[in-house]
């Protein structure tokens, strides 16, 4: 029996921190730090954050194939320490996650070190004091930091994601633990993401992204060409899935770069354009064997390919995504992403 199978009212008598914890210790429902006990009481008032039923499925999650109801994406989130006013965040978050486009079965069951990472947008992002400035992808805020690890708690418990069972990461990374943020869209001077995905300006929402990790792209350069090319240079990497597959980079871009690129009068598909253009790889950096996984997975775009042949990271510039959020400052974020996902975006309901 697991955490995610059982009901509330199991944990109705334990509540004590030490006992609990060696207890989810030794049944692996917990991810190795503290966690808060999931007692009915607080189930209960998890709960009362949504108006949906209480055994609704919202969706079923590789790769274990667990049904995610409403009460056990609850009963995760009681255990990361979330509030209740997050739960309509991770019931959205679950279902997007669940989406064939995702391909959540690939992201958890992969060697690769892949995270879910939350990107939130709207009137949400400050009614639950989610992080979009300063340190937006560190420590040091509630929401941020028990989103993404009740996510990841919802993806080992009800999916089933236990690593070394049915998680095979080689090593992970840290943001297996949580990984989310906000959209700094007061100091963007672009729209933000969650317009350009289709959805109204007013909307609150949360977007599932398959992250393979983070790097720091620290430039003071004030001329955006030079600025995409160093950014371009940086994005380029031979040892990718990126390039084999044709994938889904992702960008944090801080607010101070934003403002000289909108200088410079580009626009996001400028921007896309760009660095789609200024990324491109010779075929003849990948090893051998990541040739022929390129040959298998993008003849369709390349036909035969040659040493001398141009990859591109994505199949096209619109593949490209990005975000402005940090606080001031010259550093842009670099979040290559699996490869074999797309991003969706869900709007937060109540």
């Known amino acids: 029996m697991s955490a995610a199978s059982t009901s509330a009212a199991t944990f109705e008598a334990l509540d004590d921190l030490d006992a609990i914890n060696k207890l989810y210790r030794e049944r692996r429902w917990s991810d190795g730090l503290p966690i808060v006990p999931p007692t009915q009481d607080r189930v209960e008032r998890m709960l009362a954050g949504t108006r949906r039923r209480r055994n609704e499925v919202i969706a079923v999650l590789p790769p274990g194939f667990g049904e995610a109801t409403v009460e056990r994406i609850a009963i995760n989130a009681v255990m990361a320490g979330c509030e209740a006013a997050h739960l309509p965040v991770l019931i959205a978050a679950t279902d997007a996650a669940a989406q064939a486009q995702f391909n959540i079965q690939g992201i958890e069951a992969t060697t690769n070190p892949v995270a879910v990472w939350l990107v939130l947008n709207g009137p949400i992002v400050n009614q639950l004091d989610i992080n ?36 095979r990461a080689t090593q992970g990374q840290p943001a297996k633990y949580t990984f989310c943020c906000g959209e700094n869209e007061a100091q963007s001077p672009w729209e933000p993401l969650h317009v350009e995905r289709g959805f109204a300006r007013e909307a609150s929402t949360v977007t599932v ?53 909108k200088a410079g009068g580009l626009t996001k598909r400028d921007v896309k354009q760009r660095l789609w253009e200024l990324s491109k790889m010779p075929a003849g950096r990948l090893s051998v064997k990541e040739v022929l996984r390129a040959q298998a997975s993008r003849t369709d775009e390349f036909g035969e390919i040659k040493p001398d042949t141009l990859l591109t990271i994505s199949r096209k510039p619109e593949d490209i995504w990005f975000i402005v959020a940090g606080g001031p400052g010259t550093h842009t974020t670099y979040v290559p992403c699996f490869g074999n996902s797309r991003a969706v975006t869900r709007e937060i309901g109540v």
Not at 138 to 162: E, K, V, Y
Not at 246 to 252: A, D, N
């Open 209 to 261: 992204v398959g992250a393979e990790g983070t790097l720091n792209m620290n430039t003071h350069s004030k001329e955006a060409g030079e600025m995409l090319r160093v950014f371009a240079e940086c994005m380029v990497h031979p040892a990718s899935n990126e390039y084999c597959h044709g994938g889904e980079p992702w960008l944090v871009i801080a607010p101070e770069h934003a403002d000289i690129l």
């Open 132 to 167: 979009a400035t300063f340190n937006c992808l560190g420590q040091g805020a509630w929401a941020n930091a028990t989103l993404g690890r009740a996510m990841r708690l919802i993806l080992q418990n009800i999916g089933g994601a236990l690593p070394g069972d049915m998680d």
